[in-house]
Structures are given as structure tokens and as C-alpha cells.
């Protein structure tokens, strides 16, 4: 088996060096590996607190009926999390990601995440798929602002919730994308340029089910009929398949369908850490 899995590591390093255009597309098992818990895994944060699932189903809806009262009832409850998000550290497979960035053999990623561990280690080119719990963002325009260029305490103290755009002046609503929300128009647009212009597509740490996140892989592998009708939507023809190369503790539904090319069975934070040094010995 180890013999098997250095094979694995030297034969994603090649294809790295040998790609053009590399993606890496990152899910909750990242994440979990700097402590932050995935939401419905055995420790889940919904697992523990079924009533935080049912309120997450609702919250857009809430927003979009009434944003200040959203907004007191957000402020209602104790927030821990990101106080505990705020403390969690990248971790090495984060810093690897950054490695592969400065020199230049990682073009993008596209994260589930919305922990911002990837920036806060240092990677640059980052596109929150599901968006970041440390922003703040206009539905009507746009436009997304760091959390704490708003005093959300003081705010409500005056009665003056909601945060509003200080562009166009529209309620601002957490930057996560809820149950029920569209994935942001520049979000979407850009994950699926990516996916389409990649030669080769890391899928580390994602389970691979959570659509349209998991459709990605579909894009980038054009193993799929469906994915004919995004290439001609964005006026491009089909070429060469991306290779997917997985990176997961268990195989997902991309191993068991055929769509990816094989699978690096581990965590993120071991397996690419050591990607990155073998592509070291081959240049």
C-alpha cells in the first residue's frame, strides 16, 4: 500500500508539472483538519443541533421578508463561531495550496469553505464558492465588505439594522449563500470559466455531492452529456478532457462513476504537503 500511494503522489506531481491550467477544488475535509467541524459528519455542527439545520433552511427566506428583523434575531444569539473561526490556523495542506500558487502551477481554487483558511494562509487567487463568513454582501448590486467594516452591535443599539450597502444603499445580508439562495452570478461565472479552461482539476476534500459545487468535476471532465449544454452556453467547443485527480479519505461519487482519473486515498494535509516536495525532486 505504500509502495501504491507514493506511486499515486509522484503521478499527481507529473501531472501537476506537465499541466497548463490547474484548479483545486476544496471541501469540508479541509477544513476539519484545522479543527472546524463539517456539518453533517458524526460531530457535525448539525448533527449536534438539528434546530440550527431547520433555521439554516429558513434564513433566506427570513432575510428577504424582513432584513432588520433578520438581522436582531441573528445578533439574538450567542456567536461563537466566528470567534472559533477566527482563531483556527491553516493547515499544511492549506500552505501547500499557497506553495503551489507562488509558483505558479496552481491557477485558482474554488472552495466550499467558508472559513476563509485559504486566505488567511496566504493564497491569493480564491473564489468562495458558497461564500465567507467573514463578509458581508449586497444582494442588489454586489458588492461584499469585510465584517468588520460595520459596528453590527452598535448598529442595533441605534436601531439602525440593517447594515446597508455603502454603494447603492441596499440591505446587507452575511455573504454565506443560504438554502434557497443562488450561487452569486460572479461566483458562478468564474467557477465555470475555471472549470472549463482547467487541464487538470484537484478535488481534495470533497465529498462531491453537493450540487452545483459537485457538477464542476462534470464540466472539467466532459464525461458528462449535461455538460455540452454549459460548453455552448458560454459559446465554447469541446476539447480535451481535464483530469481529475481526487484527493479524499474515501472514495465519492466522481471515484465510483468513472469521472475522476484515480484517487490519492488520505487527508489533504498530509497528501499534498508530500505532492509538493516530490515535484520539487522532478524540476
Not at 434557497?180 to 476534500?205: F, N, Q, R, T, W
Request: contains cysteine; aromatic residues 8%.
Amino acid at each position: 500500500m505504500t509502495n501504491n500511494l507514493e506511486d499515486l503522489i509522484k503521478r499527481a506531481a507529473s501531472d501537476i508539472i506537465n499541466a497548463g491550467h490547474t484548479v483545486a477544488l476544496t471541501g469540508a475535509g479541509f477544513s476539519t483538519e484545522s479543527g472546524i467541524p463539517d456539518f453533517r459528519g458524526p460531530d457535525g455542527l448539525w448533527t449536534k443541533n438539528p434546530e440550527l439545520e431547520l433555521k439554516a433552511y429558513q434564513a433566506f427566506k427570513d432575510f428577504q421578508r424582513d432584513p432588520k428583523q433578520f438581522w436582531i434575531d441573528l445578533l439574538d444569539e450567542p456567536v461563537k463561531i466566528l470567534q472559533e473561526w477566527g482563531d483556527a490556523e491553516p493547515n499544511p495542506g492549506h500552505l501547500a495550496l499557497v506553495e503551489l500558487e507562488k509558483k505558479k502551477r496552481l491557477k485558482r481554487i474554488l472552495t466550499q469553505n467558508i472559513d476563509n483558511l485559504h486566505q488567511k494562509a496566504g493564497s491569493k487567487k480564491v473564489v468562495d464558492y458558497h461564500g465567507n463568513i467573514f463578509k458581508l454582501r449586497c444582494l442588489a448590486c454586489g458588492k461584499r465588505y469585510p465584517i468588520e467594516k460595520f459596528n453590527l452591535d452598535r448598529l442595533r443599539e441605534k436601531e439602525q439594522l440593517p447594515p446597508r450597502c455603502k454603494s447603492c444603499g441596499d440591505p446587507l445580508k452575511p455573504d454565506v449563500v443560504y438554502f434557497g439562495e443562488p450561487i452569486p452570478a460572479d461566483v458562478s461565472s468564474v467557477s465555470h470559466e475555471e472549470a472549463i479552461k482547467c487541464d487538470l482539476m484537484l478535488v481534495c476534500g470533497t465529498s462531491a455531492v453537493v450540487f452545483p459545487f459537485a457538477e464542476l468535476p462534470l464540466i472539467a471532465s466532459r464525461k458528462k452529456r449535461s455538460t455540452l449544454d454549459t460548453f455552448l452556453s458560454f459559446g465554447l467547443s469541446i476539447h480535451t478532457p481535464a483530469k481529475i485527480v481526487e484527493i479524499n479519505s474515501d472514495p465519492t461519487p466522481l471515484t465510483k462513476e468513472g469521472i475522476s482519473d484515480y484517487l490519492i486515498p488520505g487527508k489533504t494535509g498530509e497528501i499534498l504537503p508530500r505532492i509538493v516536495e516530490s515535484i520539487k525532486t522532478m524540476v
